[in-house]
């Protein structure tokens, strides 16, 4: 069936260092990929997002990469800071069908030390 | 002005009593949805309703029934409540017009209803 995994479960970085989480998906039909973060008591909210259409794409201090041969895409965080620390959550669904499905990763647990 | 609201925040009841908890969206959307998430903070499709219609229906028990009496609420009945079903349940809304890509699919979540069962 469907599946994302997500690594790592839990990440610790200092203030200024760059973190990497990494998500592979089973589905080939998949196309749409979000990353959405939670913070302590909220909700998720998106962050950023990704289409199949493209490898890559930034904002500001994030970026997202796809490689579609591999099931892989990743999320880079650079210059962390403290508020950044959150959980992170990768997904992956269909935007042609299923009427938006996402699949969720198990989530990431990021800590940014001052 | 929040965009999708749920109510209540918190629940707290007792193993074999019936709850229910609201969801509303004021983003125009046609799609809502029902996550539950677990302790471990995992998170998993329930239930989505399109323009009032059930269109996804994933394995939960049919103690868990979704409403819809109008595009813009989505509420989630739960008989015969469980230990196993504590959990948090978030709802969430996007506008979907199936075959148009990239015509905004973001979904966006409400704040969560921490429900604990005793």
């Known amino acids: 069936g469907e599946n994302v995994e997500q690594h790592p479960s839990t990440l610790s970085v200092q203030e200024g260092d760059s973190a990497v989480i990494k998500c592979t998906y089973s589905?080939?039909?998949?196309?749409?990929f979000p990353w959405y973060k939670q913070e302590l008591g909220k909700g998720p909210q998106l962050i950023i997002d990704?289409?199949?259409?493209?490898g890559e794409k930034k904002d500001q201090r994030i970026a997202v990469t796809l490689n579609k041969t591999a099931k892989h895409f990743s999320l880079h965080i650079t210059e962390t800071q403290p508020e950044d620390s959150a959980v992170y959550f990768c997904?992956?669904?269909?935007?042609?069908?299923?009427?938006?499905?996402?699949?969720f990763g198990a989530g990431t647990r990021l800590a940014v030390h001052p | 002005d929040t965009a999708v609201s749920q109510t209540p925040k918190y629940l707290v009841t007792q193993m074999g009593n019936d709850k229910s908890i609201k969801c509303e969206q004021n983003?125009?959307?046609?799609?809502m949805y029902w996550y539950k998430q677990d302790s471990k903070k995992f998170l998993k499709i329930m239930f989505s309703?399109?323009?009032?219609?059930?269109?996804i229906n994933e394995t939960v028990p049919n103690r868990f029934s979704p409403k819809s009496p109008d595009k813009a609420h989505l509420n989630l009945h739960i008989n015969s409540l469980e230990l196993g079903d504590s959990a948090v349940y978030f709802c969430?809304?996007?506008?979907?017009?199936?075959?148009?890509?990239?015509?905004?699919?973001?979904?966006?979540f409400g704040p969560g209803t921490r429900l604990t069962v005793l």
């Open positions: 309703y399109n323009n009032k219609e059930l269109i």
């Open positions: 589905d080939s039909a998949s196309n749409y």
């Open positions: 997904a992956a669904g269909d935007e042609y069908g299923g009427y938006n499905k996402l699949i």
């Open positions: 969430a809304s996007s506008q979907v017009t199936p075959g148009l890509a990239g015509v905004g699919r973001t979904q966006y």
């Open positions: 983003l125009g959307h046609d799609t």
């Open positions: 990704i289409r199949s259409n493209v």
